[in-house]
């Protein structure tokens, strides 16, 4: 286990309603990176938090949004929901933003969502 | 233009055999790779980190190989185990940022008794 807690496990949602996804980081890690990965493709990098900013974003639409809080949780907030929208939402935390080895990300174990 | 390229796509093997995957990657400017492993419906597990001075990284059963000169890592997996079932990914970290990365699309690799 990484210690890095997503909620709710799966979601079943409906197109053009909106959801809100949770991320919990690792003690001590101040950057969370969210992610998009569709049935059996690689994930594809939605934006990264750092300290409570947004610190870079992915090719995703502006209805994708999020918050980090002063605890570095963080929040994907998916507006306008589409059909192409169902995947699994993986949240990774990580201490600082240089990059480097040393920078490991771990990943939650994702929140699978279904838009219907 | 940056790509991680991984192959093959899917592989099955006996139970015990070895078997080596293969990340082909054209990122620039390199910062490090990493191995992960993931089983399906979870997240990324990390196996090996590998930045530009590494050549070879183990972690148990585990065996990374890295390339800077031809841009090739690969995977080694040893004495595989039922449990090694899964999706290994290789991400390629460039331009010195946690936000500047490209995953591969994994292999996908099943361990049959």
């Known amino acids: 286990e990484t210690g890095v807690t997503q909620s709710p496990t799966h979601l079943i949602k409906t197109r053009g309603q909106q959801v809100t996804l949770r991320c919990s980081s690792q003690s001590g890690h101040n950057t969370v990176s969210w992610y998009q990965q569709a049935l059996g493709q690689g994930p594809q990098f939605i934006f990264q938090?750092?300290?409570?900013?947004?610190?870079g974003r992915g090719n995703f639409p502006p209805r994708f949004s999020g918050l980090q809080f002063p605890n570095y949780s963080s929040e994907l907030n998916v507006n306008a929901l589409e059909l192409d929208d169902s995947a699994l939402y993986l949240c990774?935390?990580?201490?600082?933003?240089?990059?480097?080895?040393?920078?490991?990300?771990?990943f939650g174990p994702g929140t699978r969502l279904t838009v219907t | 233009k940056n790509q991680v390229e991984q192959s093959p796509q899917s592989l099955i093997i006996l139970e015990g055999k070895n078997c080596t995957l293969q990340?082909?990657?054209?990122?620039?400017?390199?910062?490090?790779l990493r191995w992960y492993k993931q089983d399906t419906g979870r997240g990324p597990v990390s196996l090996t980190i590998m930045t530009f001075s590494e050549n070879t990284k183990s972690n148990g059963r585990y065996t990374a190989t890295l390339d800077a000169d031809t841009k090739q890592s690969s995977l080694h997996i040893t004495a595989s185990q039922l449990s090694d079932s899964a999706s290994y990914i290789c991400?390629?970290?460039?331009?010195?940022?946690?936000?500047?990365?490209?995953f591969g699309t994994g292999t996908l690799l099943a361990v049959q008794p």
């Open positions: 991400v390629v970290f460039y331009g010195g940022a946690t936000n500047k990365l490209i």
């Open positions: 990340c082909n990657y054209t990122v620039s400017p390199f910062s490090n």
């Open positions: 990774a935390s990580s201490q600082g933003t240089s990059g480097g080895a040393e920078n490991e990300q771990y």
């Open positions: 938090y750092y300290r409570e900013e947004e610190n």
